[in-house]
């Protein structure tokens, strides 16, 4: 099956500073990834989704110089939390898909900022 | 906004079979059901999905009305580690650049 890593898994920061969490498709090609954000007791929210070579979409309400999305080559999708405030500190999850595979999940990373 | 409803929680005993319901009352025709569970604090894992037929896979059931507005989850005999949250997600066919909108789905507790 499909699988996606993610990582890091945890990550404490200091306010100010920026945070890359990194997502691979390890067995397939994945053409489009996707970035969710996840508070606690509440569901996933999407934040963007990112094809390969393309500028990543935003959903509403999303920063897109806030969180900025590279997603450069087809296994390979970076999230990176800019000027990172504790307001920022989420459960961030990403997930990759290809036409033709039932979507797949990181196993998330826990962003704390301090 | 999320297309299904189903229940905020719910219990089972460990052992018994786990029915989780949902409503897609404005499924379209080309549109697939999906469940995906997460266990706390973990990324979403696939669980089964379906488009009108019941479908069965190593980890649970997928019972599909006749109508298509609504299906169930079954979880044939729950263990402690099936306790999470459950997300009934409708979709187009699996893959491509759809988003998957998560609701807030069921939070099953399978009890000792």
């Known amino acids: 099956g499909a699988v996606v890593s993610q990582h890091p898994s945890r990550v404490i920061c200091k306010s100010g500073t920026s945070v890359k969490i990194e997502c691979r498709s390890l067995?397939?090609?994945?053409?489009?990834m996707f970035w969710y954000r996840q508070f606690p007791k509440q569901s996933l929210m999407l934040m963007a989704t990112?094809?390969?070579?393309?500028?990543?979409?935003?959903e509403q309400g999303v920063e897109k110089d806030k969180f900025l999305i590279n997603h450069a080559s087809l296994t390979l999708s970076t999230l990176t939390v800019t000027s990172a405030h504790p307001e920022d500190s989420s459960f961030y999850i990403c997930?990759?898909?290809?036409?033709?595979?039932?979507?797949?999940f990181g196993s998330g990373t826990r962003l704390t900022v301090v | 906004d999320a297309k299904t409803t189903q229940p905020t929680s719910m219990d089972c005993a460990e052992g018994r079979a786990a029915n989780l319901p949902c409503n897609h009352s404005?499924?379209?025709?080309?549109?697939?059901v999906y469940w995906y569970r997460q266990i706390h604090s973990q990324g979403p894992q696939y669980i089964i999905h379906?488009?009108?037929n019941n479908e069965t896979n190593e980890m649970a059931s997928l019972i599909i009305t006749e109508d298509r507005k609504s299906s169930t989850l079954i979880l044939p005999h729950a263990t402690l580690r099936d306790t999470a949250v459950y997300y009934c997600?409708?979709?187009?066919?699996?893959?491509?650049?759809?988003?998957?909108?998560f609701g807030k789905g069921t939070k099953l507790t399978v009890n000792p």
């Open positions: 997930s990759a898909s290809r036409q033709g595979l039932v979507r797949a």
């Open positions: 404005t499924i379209s025709g080309n549109e697939y």
């Open positions: 990112s094809n390969e070579g393309s500028k990543a979409t935003y």
């Open positions: 067995d397939f090609q994945a053409t489009t």
């Open positions: 379906g488009l009108k």
């Open positions: 997600i409708v979709n187009p066919p699996r893959g491509g650049s759809e988003k998957l909108v």
